[in-house]
């Protein structure tokens, strides 16, 4: 019992590294992105708001708020996966 709870802090504590840090990388990719096709940096809150139009600010969110979401599930399956794998081998009589 001690063994599968370890197990599983285990895994939520890696997942939530490896969620934190794709959805960081996918926030980079987004803003490089934007920078690229817009020619300037996606608006962020704290930005003056009388340079920036309403639809720029609901775009930049929706792409980074997809892109993020998108991330993290990925990177939670593959934790998943990775921690269902170690498990197994743990158990393997040697």
Not at 70 to 82: D, E, M, S, W
């Amino acid at each position: 019992m001690a063994d599968e709870e370890t197990q599983s802090t285990i895994a939520k504590v890696t997942g939530l590294i490896v969620a934190g840090a794709v959805a960081w990388l996918a926030t980079k990719a987004v803003d490089t992105a934007w920078k690229a096709a817009s020619g300037h940096k996606p608006p962020k809150p704290e930005d003056d708001a009388d340079d920036i139009r309403i639809g720029e600010v609901v775009a930049a969110a929706a792409i980074t708020s997809a892109a993020v979401t998108i991330a993290r599930v990925l990177a939670t399956r593959g934790t998943k996966k990775f921690a269902k794998r170690v498990d197994t081998n743990r158990r393997l009589p040697r």
